[in-house]
T-cell receptor, first 112, second 113 residues
Framework: DAKTTQPPSMDCAEGRAANLPCNHS???????VYWYRQIHSQGPQYIIH???NNETNEMASLIITEDRKSSTLILPHATLRDTAVYYC?????????????FGKGTRLSVIA | EAQVTQNPRYLITVTGKKLTVTCSQN?????MSWYRQDPGLGLRQIYY???????DKGDVPEGYKVSRKEKRNFPLILESPSPNQTSLYFC????????????FGAGTRLSVL
């Protein structure tokens, strides 16, 4: 079973920030938070990951609460092409075999 | 361009007719993996390979075979396909030390009649 809880769907107006929450209350000390997205049956795409500090890259920002029990992925200026299912995953960073456990994710619809 | 290439993208076949789905990556990654995706079940790992000649079963290996003779290639073989193997298949690769940052192929949609 996935170790994360995400809302099933969200809407966001084009050009606005999309804030996607994720609860991971049972996260352990060596587990990172990863975000992927899947655009309509295409292969999943890695977005960003973090351990405890906030992270930012060219795609998104990741805000992790101080107790690490939840996080938020932020797409600062959502476009129609950001419409996708977004998956939050927790996993150790350097384990052996690492099957990514994708839960149901959040279906983000960006609306013009 | 760094990529994972799967072929074919779409395949319709009949029960029992052996088929191979190829997967190739150009990033010199050690780790490669196959997943299947079914509605309501998410992505499930079929087989994985930590390096050349090293393969092992994932969560749903029944009915599948793999091989890893070269670092860049990781074909998925269905010796005798059955209708319950109708699914969307993804190949993924990553380097050692960053196994959770995986690069996925575009997918192969397989229908077994």
């Amino acid at each position: 079973d996935a170790k994360t809880t995400q809302p099933p769907s969200m809407d966001c107006a084009e050009g606005r920030a999309a804030n996607l929450p994720c609860n991971h209350s049972t996260i352990s000390g060596n587990e990172y938070v990863y975000w992927y997205r899947q655009i309509h049956s295409q292969g999943p795409q890695y977005i960003i990951h973090g351990l405890k500090n906030n992270e930012t890259n060219e795609m998104a920002s990741l805000i992790i609460t101080e107790d690490r029990k939840s996080s938020t992925l932020i797409l600062p200026h959502a476009t129609l092409r950001d419409t996708a299912v977004y998956y939050c995953i927790v996993s150790p960073h350097h384990s052996g075999n690492t099957p990514l456990v994708f839960g149901k994710g959040t279906r983000l619809s960006v609306i013009a | 361009e760094a990529q994972v290439t799967q072929n074919p993208r779409y395949l319709i076949t009949v029960t029992g007719k052996k088929l191979t789905v190829t997967c190739s990556q150009n990033m010199n990654h050690e780790y490669m993996s196959w997943y299947r995706q079914d509605p309501g079940l998410g992505l499930r790992q079929i087989y994985y390979s930590m390096n050349v000649e090293v393969t092992d079963k994932g969560d749903v290996p029944e009915g599948y075979k793999v091989s890893r003779k070269e670092k860049r290639n990781f074909p998925l073989i269905l010796e005798s396909p059955s209708p319950n193997q109708t699914s969307l298949y993804f190949c993924a690769s990553t380097r050692q030390g960053a196994k959770n940052i995986q690069y996925f192929g575009a997918g192969t949609r397989l229908s077994v009649l």
